[in-house]
């Protein structure tokens, strides 16, 4: 199984923290690359990938000090805590954006905006907006927005973590 190759086992923690940081770096170049400005649910998601990036590298340097200890189990399930938040985080914002719940009222259209629509409608037009509502979807790729992604992905770290942490720990000698 792959969970069971010595690179997952050993280095899961240091993975971690580089699969975040990748995911952080994947953002951001959508937005300043691709132009996609980020809404407040973006925003929601990366901070739970900054979380997991430093919960990574403290929990390698547990796991470089006390490789098979309780505390090193424990790390492991916090930083699969973490994913799994960040993948709850992300389903919420994927439902929004496919209209199945309603967003934050700061970051959705409402029925009480398009009421409000033609009284503000000059004042709208002097004052751009570039702020994206969070359920509008500017990219999709095989019928998954970012947000759907970011839960898959997220879920399979959560699943990867918690694997290890609950595995039995093994006296192992890390690089």
Request: aromatic share 10%.
């Amino acid at each position: 199984m792959i969970l069971q190759h010595p690179l997952i086992t050993r280095h899961w923690p240091l993975l971690a923290a580089l699969i975040s940081a990748a995911m952080l770096a994947t953002a951001h170049g959508f937005e300043h690359f691709a132009h996609l400005a980020p809404c407040e649910l973006c925003y929601r998601q990366r901070e739970v990938y900054w979380l997991a990036l430093v919960l990574g590298l403290v929990v390698m340097l547990v796991q470089y000090k006390k490789p098979a200890s309780r505390m090193m189990q424990g790390g492991l399930a916090l930083l699969g805590l973490v994913f799994l938040t960040g993948a709850l985080v992300a389903g919420y914002h994927a439902g929004v954006e496919w209209k199945f719940w309603p967003g934050p009222s700061s970051c959705t259209g409402s029925l009480a905006e398009l009421a409000n629509m033609g009284a503000d409608l000059l004042n709208d037009l002097s004052q751009p907006s570039d702020a994206p509502k969070c359920d509008q979807i500017p990219w999709a790729m095989f019928g998954l927005s970012m947000a759907g992604w970011n839960a898959l992905i997220s879920l399979v770290l959560a699943a990867i973590s918690f694997q290890l942490a609950l595995s039995r720990p093994k006296q192992q000698v890390t690089l």
